[in-house]
């Protein structure tokens, strides 16, 4: 291959600045899957199940706001956290949210958490490059403020739940690239699916008016 | 009938008789043995489980975080009388074996009531490194506020009552864990505030040692001052 010429500098275009940052991607993960099922009821209900139910409510009403969605998985399968991360980061303009059904917590309640600005000390990117388990050390904040405006609409429309997010220590949301937050729903402990096949709907809804606000938020440069 | 076919008869009746009066003691020796197999685990278990006691063990009130009885999703600090040594090493791991052990109530604990603290260790740059059992892992329930909860109810424990530790590392079964019971990040480092109580002596860590059980009885003196209970929101 012939090596390529510089032009004339006069010619050379001017760096140019940054595009604005436009929010098109959303990868929702459904969490667990396959053998691990994440958190189990005593009466059978298993996370993993429930998740990816709520995936496919998420994802429906996230489309209707003209958003790409990807699932990183669409049935019971488990990829890794790592293969997660890969779809996400090979994403431009892409926010992460995983989801989860805990063992504890007062069922019908909500919680969002980010991670830790702490989690990722010494993670200071060198010529341009991030480590891998470090990826979401430049997303720490736009990461908080997605978890701030999800929290704020699980709080209308599930009381009982926090008003504030909280910031934890998520393994998955440690190899994220880009703002990534996880929704954790109370809880697979309760003897009867129903009650919280019918958070679906509320919680899908609340996730798309939080990342439509969101999206303000992030193609304005975060201002 | 036969001299030889008589005597044979009445050794199996004897033989018979000795049989049915030792049964049913045999039986339950069976029975004992079948429901408690005792694995190395247990075993150990057992034995970190004595309390550990130090020469410069002195009884103080301790403020031991547990969940809230209130507000389950929260953890609210509870004093208790501990004797704690002046080892930092030791009192951490007189805090911890105590955390599993002494929760008030079922619903307010936080780590599982089967695990046990393998070793301790605090490194003098104030990094310590607690090493878990598996149970710690498996005994957890799965979710990211209860494994939250698991890990801040160590860190605030020992940053209540032990001066010094700048960070925590968990460890479970001596490896590193991906996760603690799928959720929560095991691979970094826990920050762990530590305001210094007026009683405690900022001891220089001593390294990592076995635990030690029996020894010296504690010392009685009056309670420390304790902070006001304060809660932590998850």
């Not at chain 1, 189990?40 to 489309?63: K, N, P």
């Not at chain 2, 700048?166 to 970094?188: C, N, W």
Request: hydrophobic content about 40%; overall charge neutral.
């Amino acid at each position: 291959m012939a090596p390529q010429q510089n032009p004339p500098v006069a010619t050379q275009p001017q760096v140019q600045q940054p595009a604005t940052p436009h929010l098109a991607v959303v990868v929702l993960d459904p969490a667990h899957g396959g053998a691990d099922q994440g958190a189990r009821g005593s009466w059978g209900i298993t996370e993993s199940d429930v998740v990816l139910s709520f995936a496919r409510l998420v994802r429906i009403s996230l489309e209707g706001q003209g958003l790409r969605v990807i699932l990183t998985r669409q049935a019971n399968d488990d990829p890794s956290f790592d293969d997660r991360s890969k779809l996400a980061n090979a994403q431009r303009g892409v926010i992460f949210v995983t989801l989860h059904v805990s063992s504890t917590g007062q069922p019908g309640t909500v919680r969002v958490y980010s991670l830790p600005p702490d989690t990722t000390t010494g993670s200071s990117p060198r010529g341009g490059l991030v480590r891998w388990d470090h990826a979401q050390s430049g997303f720490v904040d736009s990461s908080r403020r997605l978890a701030e405006l999800i929290q704020i609409q699980m709080a209308q429309n599930f009381r009982g739940s926090p008003e504030i997010p909280v910031a934890a220590a998520v393994r998955q949301l440690r190899t994220i690239a880009a703002p990534a937050v996880a929704v954790e729903v109370s809880s697979v402990s309760q003897p009867d699916r129903k009650p919280l096949d019918q958070m679906g709907p509320a919680l899908a809804d609340g996730v798309a008016r939080a990342v439509a606000a969101f999206r303000t938020v992030y193609e304005s440069g975060g201002k | 009938m036969s001299r030889a076919l008589k005597t044979t008869i009445a050794i199996f009746a004897a033989l018979l008789v000795v049989g049915l009066i030792t049964l049913p003691s045999l039986r339950r020796g069976l029975q004992r043995m079948n429901g408690n197999p005792r694995s190395e685990q247990q075993a150990r278990r057992e034995v970190m489980q004595v309390p550990i006691s130090t020469p410069t063990d002195v009884n103080v009130q301790a403020q031991m975080y547990w969940l809230s009885p209130s507000s389950p999703a929260t953890l609210e600090a509870t004093p208790i009388q501990l004797p704690l040594s002046a080892d930092p090493v030791e009192r951490s791991k007189q805090l911890l074996i105590a955390l599993i052990a002494k929760a008030p109530a079922p619903e307010r604990r936080t780590l599982a009531a089967d695990a046990t603290l393998l070793a301790f260790y605090i490194q003098p740059d104030g990094v310590a490194i607690a090493d878990f059992s598996d149970e710690l892992s498996t005994g957890t329930p799965s979710g990211i506020l209860s494994e939250q909860l698991a890990v801040d109810s160590i860190t605030q424990t020992l940053g209540a009552n032990v001066p010094g530790i700048r960070q925590l590392k968990i460890l479970i079964h001596g490896q590193e864990a991906e996760t603690l019971s799928g959720h929560v990040d095991l691979s970094g480092l826990f920050p762990v505030s530590s305001p210094v109580p007026a009683n405690v002596p900022a001891a220089p860590a001593s390294g990592g040692s076995a635990a030690k059980s029996g020894g010296a009885p504690a010392k009685s003196v009056p309670a420390a001052p304790a902070p006001p209970p304060k809660k932590s929101q998850h």
